[in-house]
Nanobody, 126 residues
Framework: QVQLVESGGGLVQAGGSLRLSCAAS????????MGWFRQAPGREREFVTA????????YYAHSVKGRFTISRDNAKNTVYLQMNSLKPDDTAVYYC???????????????????WGQGAQVTVSS
C-alpha cells in the first residue's frame, strides 16, 4: 500500500482558487486509481473526482464539474486537485484516496478504499 499526504489547503475568498496536492510513498503509485473526497461539517463524506491509473480518464461530481481539475504526475508520485471559482459550499476537509488496479467507476462504487490521506481543510469565505 501507499501512504498519502495532502497539502495545499487553506482559506480563500469566494471566486478564488486553490490547488491541493497528495503525495504518495512507494513505487506502486502508477498502479493506483486516485480520488478526491470531501466532508463538510455535519455532512457525509462525498465523492469529488477521480483519475484512472491506466487510461488517465477522469470523472467529476456534478457540483464541481467545470471548476475543479484532477491530474496526476506519476514521476512525482503526486495527484493534484486544482479548484477554481470556489464557493462557500466547497468548504470541507478534502481527502485523497487510492485504490489499486480499479476503474474510476469501481472506485466511485466502493464505500471503503485501500488508502486514505489525513485530509486538508479548505475554507471558502463569502
Amino acid at each position: 500500500q501507499v501512504q498519502l499526504v495532502e497539502s495545499g489547503g487553506g482559506l480563500v475568498q469566494a471566486g478564488g482558487s486553490l490547488r491541493l496536492s497528495c503525495a504518495a510513498s512507494g513505487r506502486t503509485f502508477s498502479t493506483y486509481t486516485m480520488g478526491w473526497f470531501r466532508q463538510a461539517p455535519g455532512r457525509e463524506r462525498e465523492f469529488v473526482t477521480a483519475i484512472s491509473w491506466s487510461t488517465g480518464s477522469t470523472y467529476y461530481a456534478h457540483s464541481v464539474k467545470g471548476r475543479f481539475t484532477i491530474s496526476r504526475d506519476n514521476a512525482k508520485n503526486t495527484v493534484y486537485l486544482q479548484m477554481n471559482s470556489l464557493k462557500p459550499d466547497d468548504t470541507a476537509v478534502y481527502y485523497c484516496a487510492a485504490d489499486r488496479w480499479v476503474t474510476v467507476a469501481t472506485m466511485m462504487s466502493r464505500s471503503s478504499h485501500d488508502c486514505w490521506g489525513q485530509g486538508a481543510q479548505v475554507t471558502v469565505s463569502s
